[in-house]
């Protein structure tokens, strides 16, 4: 049956929405229904194109009480740099929770997954980091190494942050961003070992399939967010590392140990049997979080629906009139 | 990277394209690349909403050769009708096949469901059901049960259609539609068994969770098509019947294993072990399909993705200028 539908843009989305406290807040709200056992969240549908080495995941999830539930499409074309196109791409579509009834099109081109994702490494900073954070690192040096560096910086205002990837020059222009952005002082380094033993805080936000963090480079008072690995055979931290830890906590068991950290760690033998504590259960003081400034945490990030109903939701509050009705 | 997606409502859809034996081609060569097991179908995406009395499926396909493929969402929230709505809604997104950029939102409402679930009908009658059809019955009374019986009639032009339901008003109805639809001879009736023993083509468009079909009501010279099931418990046609016709045929086996007749049967201690053939290896004549007049053949539909990237690959090239072109 006929009825309005708003189409927004991606330059309407980011005029309305951006990473700050209230983001943050809207997707820790979602991780604490996360953790009531109410969501109803299916496993990832994920199609491979492999002549066109792309793939396309689609996520979901259906958070009572909220209004509407978020239906997104994340599809990655790895050859599109080489013509000139973004590797990741997409939309997300939030529909009625009462009806079914398609409310709104985000034709966001992934840029409300950037935020929700960037805003899950703030949370897990927030419950889970030592509060004295004086300097952070990253590993990586794409769009999330710079949103993960500023939304952590939210919740932990660091002083100094340490970027490492594998090509120079993209780790320079991702040093030059942050310290643009965020006013601190930026330092390049070509050894992770160093990175990770000066900071209190580290991000990993890459795509590598070997381990980039060894176990012995751990040391007390840090917390280590990994948020690259979301596909199975992807490993951003060694598994010897999630058992030396004081904590180690999914966003969500059932990714994780498909195409999180846990994967890797399972396949080695470790943690069989073992079922982490979730994001949501530390946010919710259902399980305990960091016990001692001391502790060693590490946080593995794989994407929820659950994100995605939440950022989605929140974005048609607040966008007011923008975007364009169709009759349809 | 902004670039120009098409938005197109249901009117300007059912302007474009309609039901048709162009149509129909256009689903016969989905199902011929299904057989051809280059096709990338991942497992339908379904979730609950049973607070709402709702569900929402996602289907999707890669056709190689095909330049885009469909994303379809399709929620069904059954308390709709007390308020004024439909049950069935949804849109389709079409992305490209090189790059995944979204090329095209067609917010069709469930049209272009509606068109290609009837056209896969038409070509299960093609090619399964006996040269002549002077009588096709439908059981159900729906959306469905009338483009069922115009996509058999383009294919098989019977003269008489018999309509039974359970509702002895929407059956009148919908006998009235085909009637005018059709210009052929349309009857109710109250015995489904008559409905089948007069016909020689009957589709079955309910949402039963018993069977509406029953193996002894079989006789020689009969093809059945059910595509009402589509969800895990539903089943229209006795598990006894899909034994004893000459041929049972699945759209898809995968899917007919868990949401299809196939699922009641296997439950029922039948077919184990046993992998019917499918609709496109019967169309590409890998398998053979109906080898005598006299034969009595079955075909389940559950509905593919490839069915949707087939349906939404052929609007976009024939859309010419319509919809809304929105730059994001």
Chains 1, 2 share one sequence.
């Not at 502790?295 to 364009?324: E, P, W």
């Amino acid at each position: 049956m006929a009825h309005d539908i708003r189409i927004v843009t991606e330059d309407q989305l980011r005029a309305a929405v951006g990473l700050d406290l209230t983001t943050v807040d809207v997707i820790e709200r979602a991780f604490a229904a996360l953790a009531s056992g109410k969501v109803v969240m299916p496993p990832i549908l994920s199609m491979e194109l492999a002549e066109a080495n792309g793939e396309v995941d689609v996520k979901t999830a259906y958070i009572p009480g909220f209004d509407g539930f978020a239906i997104k499409v994340s599809p990655g074309f790895f050859d599109n740099p080489k013509i000139g196109l973004p590797s990741l791409n997409g939309l997300m579509i939030l529909f009625s929770a009462r009806t079914g009834l398609v409310e709104a099109v985000f034709l966001d081109n992934g840029y409300l997954t950037d935020l929700r994702t960037a805003a899950a490494g703030a949370v897990a900073a927030r419950h889970l980091a030592p509060e004295e954070v004086t300097t952070a690192g990253v590993i990586g040096t794409g769009v999330q190494a710079r949103l993960q560096i500023e939304a952590a910086h939210l919740v932990r205002p660091f002083a100094r942050v340490l970027v490492h990837g594998r090509d120079p020059g993209k780790a320079a222009a991702c040093a030059a961003d942050l310290q643009a952005r965020l006013g601190v002082e930026v330092e390049v380094t070509t050894d992770p070992a160093a990175l990770v033993r000066r900071s209190q805080l580290v991000v990993t936000t890459t795509p590598a399939r070997e381990p980039v963090i060894e176990a012995d480079w751990l040391h007390p008072e840090l917390h280590i967010t990994a948020m690259g690995s979301d596909q199975a055979g992807k490993n951003e931290i060694a598994p010897q590392a999630l058992l030396a830890a004081d904590l180690y906590v999914c966003d969500r068991v059932s990714q994780c140990e498909v195409s999180g950290e846990l994967e890797a760690a399972r396949a080695a033998g470790l943690f069989a049997g073992v079922t982490p504590p979730e994001l949501g259960e530390i946010v919710t003081g259902a399980k305990p979080g960091r016990r001692s400034p001391a502790d060693i945490t590490i946080c593995d990030l794989t994407g929820t629906g659950a994100q995605d109903t939440a950022i989605a939701t929140h974005v048609a509050r607040i966008l007011g009139s923008a975007g364009t009705i169709i009759h349809a």
